[in-house]
């Protein structure tokens, strides 16, 4: 309705315009413009796949004889992992069957683990899940349960949105070069205009060191900021916010019951991030509220959570227990390279409970049984990790933990030591550890009366002093092969050596192998030598081991893939993941999959690719190299961004018929333009001429008659005969064309 300057309508833009030459130059801050962050792939071109079916299967068989008599056993194992694909709508269970045979007593079982249905809300960024679910264990303890679930699905934001890392803001002068250096190395670059300049897709990096942003002026100019940039689990970007609802039955035994969660965390800004959730059960109430500072001197998160909870309604136990507990994480990077790492310390008061502890607590009242739980007995908890790089001399870390509990049972503490370093192509590695472990002392639950009057039994702790060494260096010509030795010694009079040797046999790493030698002393001495290997084939993925002592000998082998059912028939695979792809290249057998090792196209057209990578753009590239000479593929390369658990078809396009090249020129002895097309008799464009009359083509049939056109007048096409035979060695056919005028 009016016209108006830019700068009145966006503050800092800036024109200029050259009447000369008609060019109007506009300057935007950065901060004002819409901004795509790294990595993001448009929904839009999100596929859903199609609807097909699977069944993945890892199956192994185990067989020991020992010396000893009636000690000899076998085994079956077989975990089932199948699905149903419907639009955005996915069915999955997962099962495993087993069989055991140990010495005359044998048992056998079928189990279902777990069925669910699950689909992507894309434009709320979430996930609906129905079915058999755990809850999230971030605030309060994880259930598993029955029921529904809803959450915030963060593999749909772009990779640079993802984790933890400060928005970096800032203001420039003129047109400058920013660039973000994270302890010494540049891990952002971009160039913005005068004025100010938001920067908010960083990828996340790691838990800790603080970023120098560094602003060179258009004049020569330099200034700089640094922006803390610590995080503790529960730290959000700022401006994100995420949440998780889940209602349903608790699958505990016969005492389950209902409950409702939901959570919620919202990055307030680089400084504070917030969180809360509530958790309702039967008789069982709980409410948390939670913080995460981030600041210059590290990042600080703290939880509490209050619980209201009783055991029964009946008279004895229906008095409600009001309890707390406390949460606190540190971490924080030093300029000397120290870093402290998840850093913290949990405190429970006597009367809180998690809801997980008040259903077995109603379970052991109903059928009498003694209640054990290391949450419902535990009062604090604290955990330490420190790591510090030596640059060239190496890596050291320190990491200790220290639980208590209220049942009478002793501290569990550990501590460990480590310093790994690199000399040339040798890997050394050095690790002390102690540990004094507490054995559980039986209780009813009710009263906390403790049970250890037992005859034999006792809860004083264990300690045990474990000192290892590892040497690791590459073995032959192939940098796959590392030969490795170790050595440990236990304070409880446990020794053992190690020799071992790992690796591939063939180029393309589908067949690998290990072997390892092994000497134990403790009461007496034991050796041991033992070899596997696995080969990955297309339909399929193989291994066998084997290993012999003075004591036993044993024997396994295993099988693992899938069959995929889709609308072009049944498809053979090495095993899968949730989202995959069916690869069609009609007539390509033979050509491999670079995506995949030991994936190549099957006789019907077929080849599966086990893993794609939801929500982003993967790439499928197939290999010729090895296909049939009668086919060739019109695309070697495809991209699909495919939904999580999507099963997506690439097909990909194929030309049959022998390859010739036809040394063309017209009768009249004149030259045949490039770019000239060849069409058969059906109207088909096989190919086009090049330099010298040159025409690349694939015939479908052995003989016929080719048309060369250049343009629609008569003068501008001719045609030739061919008859053409096979060649046995795969040689490319050359044959000379005289190409007579179109009447």
Known sequence: ????????????????FDAENLRLEVAIPQAYLRQIPRGYVDPSSWSEGENAGFISYNSNYYQTNSRSAGSDMRAIYTGLNSGVNLGLWRLRNQSSYQYKDVGQNTQESFNSIRTYITRALPDMQSELLLGDAYTRGNIFGSLAFTGVQLLTDNRMLPESQRGYAPVVRGLANSTASVVIKQNGVSIYQTTVAAGPFVINDLFPTSYEGDL??????????????????????????????????????????ESGGYFVDLISEYGLSNILTLNSGGRVGDDYFALSLGTVLGTEWGA?????????????????????????????????????????????????????????????????????????????????????SVNQSLDDFGFVYLSGSKRQYRDGRDDDDQLQFGYTVGIGRVNIGLTFSRQYTSQVPLQNGFGGQLLTE?????????????????????????????LSSGFSHSSRGNEQYNLGLAGTVDDDNTWTYGLNASLQRQDSSSESVSVNTQKRFSQATLSGNYSISDTY????????????????????????SDTFAIVQAEGASGAKVTN?????????????????????????????GSMLSGTELIETQQQVAPYA??????????????????????????????GAEVVDEDGLVLGMVGQAGMAYVRASKPSGQLTVNWGNKPDQQCHFDYTLESSRDNTLLRMPALCERVN
Request: proline share 3%; hydrophobic share 35%.
């Open 1 to 16: 309705a009016e016209c108006a300057a830019p700068d009145t309508v966006v503050k800092g833009v800036w024109t200029q």
């Open 212 to 253: 120098l942003v560094e602003i060179s002026e258009a004049d020569g100019k330099v200034s700089s900021f640094t922006v803390p940039f610590s995080a503790v689990p529960g730290s959000l970007r700022e401006g994100s916010f995420q949440y998780g609802l889940s209602f349903g039955e608790v699958d505990q035994a």
């Open 300 to 384: 600080l998160g703290l939880t509490a959570v209050h619980s209201m909870s009783r055991i029964s309604q009946s008279s004895v136990l229906n008095e409600w227990k009001n309890g707390w507990r406390v949460g606190l994480n540190y971490s924080h990077s030093f300029d000397s390279g120290t870093s402290v790492a998840l850093a913290g310390y949990h405190y429970s008061t006597e009367s809180f409970r998690e809801l997980n502890d008040v259903l077995g607590l109603r379970r052991a009242l109903e059928s009498g049984n003694i209640f054990e739980s290391e949450t419902y007995s535990q009062r604090s908890e604290m955990s330490l």
């Open 454 to 482: 037992m005859s034999g039994y006792s809860s004083d702790r264990v300690k045990e002093d474990l000192v290892s060494l590892t040497v690791s260096i590459p073995f032959g010509s192939r940098q796959s092969n590392m």
């Open 553 to 576: 000998q044993q024997v396994g082998a295993g099988l693992s893939g899938a069959a995929v059912v889709h609308s072009g028939g049944v498809t053979l695979s090495q095993n899968l």
């Open 596 to 624: 995949n090792w030991g994936t190549e196209i099957d006789d019907l057209g077929y080849a599966i690719i086990p893993s794609l990578t939801p929500y982003r753009t993967n790439s499928v590239t197939l290999d010729t």
């Open 645 to 674: 658990g999507s099963i997506v078809k690439m097909k990909f396009e194929t030309r049959h018929g022998i390859a010739v090249v036809f040394m063309t020129q017209q009768a009249n002895g004149g030259v045949i333009p490039i």
